[in-house]
């Protein structure tokens, strides 16, 4: 086990929790569902997720318990996005880390509507390169996040040098991507603070598997503030509680060993979970 925890696992744990108390937005000072936010004049820390706001309803939510069968039926949905995620190859194998699944407790419906806020949940699983167990500050990693009907924090590993996260396209959905810039002197290129090679920064790709507006609204929102959108429950109502409106999925770790992984996601799998 590494000695210190990566902060992509931490903030994204934080966020997981923030969403469930605060669904409709981060910003506690910004009314639900305006239609009127504007994007900050500069692009936000990367933990400062700008968040999608589509939904024109009643901001009341008559928060309930997640019913026991309810949530089961999300845990399945979850164990089947796990199954369409590829896992990465030799040399990773599952590093020494407690496997992360979670399924929210809360659900809602928005009064005066038939609309439900469903219950979100995430899974983590992280890979380390083998051999690279005695070296924790160089050991090569990667990490994946699922979440279900939101989305969760992010790595302030890129924050300080990194490019602009950008639009990538996957067919059948849509990522966005950041990959850390090395620092650069007359007289060579430093490798990153994991032994990274230059040509081989630490990225994030976040993949999107969401309906068509609500993809719409992710690429608006990521050309407005050149950050990673972000979205809670209450963005993705749905019919019934435990139906699955969204599925986002992370990847981070060498550049290379992410856009490999990722051009291998089953994303049609993962739209036959989503309402035709």
């Known amino acids: 086990m590494r000695n210190a925890r990566s902060a992509f696992l931490t903030c994204c744990s934080m966020l997981f929790a923030l969403t469930i108390t605060l669904p409709v937005s981060a910003d506690p000072n910004t009314p639900p569902g305006s239609a009127d936010s504007k994007p900050a004049p500069s692009r936000p820390a990367m933990n400062q997720i ?13 928060w309930t318990a997640a019913v026991k069968e309810s949530q089961v039926q999300v845990k399945r949905q979850l164990v089947k996005v796990l199954q369409a995620t590829p896992r990465p190859t030799a040399p990773y194998e599952p590093a020494d880390e407690e496997v992360v699944e979670e399924v929210g407790a809360k659900t809602g419906m928005v009064k005066g509507t038939q609309h439900w806020v469903p219950i979100e949940a995430r899974a983590e699983r992280e890979y380390q390169a083998a051999g690279d167990e005695e070296d924790d500050t160089n050991a090569r990693f990667l990490e994946i996040q699922v979440a279900l009907n939101s989305t969760l924090g992010l790595t302030t590993g890129l924050a300080t040098k990194s490019e602009k996260p950008h639009i990538m396209e996957i067919e059948g959905a849509m990522a966005v991507a950041q990959s850390a810039i090395p620092v650069v002197d007359s007289t060579k290129v430093d490798r990153d603070d994991r032994g990274r090679a230059p040509e081989d920064p630490m990225t994030l790709i976040r993949i ?15 050309k407005e503030t050149g950050a990673f959108p972000g979205f809670g429950p209450a963005q993705v109502l749905a019919d019934h509680p435990d139906e699955i409106r969204s599925i986002v999925i992370s990847f981070y770790g060498p550049k290379s060993d992410v856009e490999a992984i990722a051009k291998k996601l089953d994303v049609a799998a993962l739209r036959k979970l989503l309402p035709s």
């Open 50 to 62: 700008p968040q999608v706001r589509r939904n024109n309803v009643d901001s009341t939510i008559a």
């Open 208 to 222: 999107y598997v969401v309906d068509p507006d609500l993809e719409a609204n992710v690429r608006k929102l990521q």
